[in-house]
Antibody
Framework: EVQLVESGGGLVQPGGSLRLSCAASGFTFSIYGMNWVRQAPGKGLEWVSY????????YSADSVKGRFTFSRDNAKNSLYLQMNSLRAEDTAVYYCAREDYASGSFFDYWGQGTLVTVSS | EIVLTQSPATLSLSPGERATLSCRASQSVSSYLAWYQQKPGQAPRLLIYDASNRATGLPARFSGSGSGTDFTLTISSLEPEDFAVYYCQQRSNWPRITFGGGTKVEIK
């Protein structure tokens, strides 16, 4: 069974940092591109970033560029999101999502999400 | 950035009725469009990809159509578990993926 489990969310002050993890199981993690998508409370979905199978290619939304960094460890079947210089508008549930070529490269599996709250 | 506009924002229907949801793109996305369903407290679930292909295990009452700038998700006969929020997503100008604002299908 495919599973994606995010962790690391919590309450952080503006300007602070947080590192999210996404643990993958039930599939060959190393052959899938992965994404982060976030959802502010009561709002819609916002794509945050894409990381290629090897981690050598990374794209991110302008809203997080220069503040968030993305990485993966295929040996540990894990995806990471390092968030620095956090702002109130970064408050959201952060989901990791698998990009599946067989499903048109759309997101066929998602984690349950982890809530990040940026507040003083 | 390609903007996706979903309408209506809220659809109030009864079980057994037909639901028709719209997603309009600010420029052509060809057929690179997906639909997701999200229930409260849950992650989104992929329903339709490439405008009209059903995801694995999706009931046949869900169908997608359209190309270019106008797309439709149709639920032929609403089941109680179908009341949720639905989002469209484009990947035409990948990696600049964008989502629509969502349509909430609620029980009338």
């Amino acid at each position: 069974e495919v599973q994606l489990v995010e962790s690391g969310g919590g309450l952080v002050q503006p300007g602070g940092s947080l590192r999210l993890s996404c643990a993958a199981s039930g599939f060959t993690f190393s052959i899938y591109g992965m994404n982060w998508v976030r959802q502010a409370p009561g709002k819609g979905l916002e794509w945050v970033s894409y990381i290629s199978t090897s981690g050598s290619t990374i794209y991110s939304a302008d809203s997080v560029k220069g503040r968030f960094t993305f990485s993966r460890d295929n040996a540990k079947n894990s995806l990471y999101l390092q968030m620095n210089s956090l702002r109130a508008e970064d408050t959201a549930v952060y989901y990791c999502a698998r990009e599946d070529y067989a499903s048109g490269s759309f997101f066929d599996y998602w984690g349950q999400g982890t809530l990040v709250t940026v507040s003083s | 950035e390609i903007v996706l506009t979903q309408s209506p924002a809220t659809l109030s229907l009864s079980p057994g009725e037909r639901a028709t949801l719209s997603c309009r793109a600010s420029q052509s996305v060809s057929s690179y469009l997906a639909w997701y369903q999200q229930k409260p407290g849950q992650a989104p679930r992929l329903l339709i990809y490439d405008a009209s292909n059903r995801a694995t295990g999706l009931p046949a009452r869900f169908s997608g159509s359209g190309s270019g700038t106008d797309f439709t998700l149709t639920i032929s006969s609403l089941e109680p578990e179908d009341f949720a929020v639905y989002y469209c997503q484009q990947r035409s100008n990948w990696p600049r993926i964008t989502f629509g604002g969502g349509t909430k299908v609620e029980i009338k």
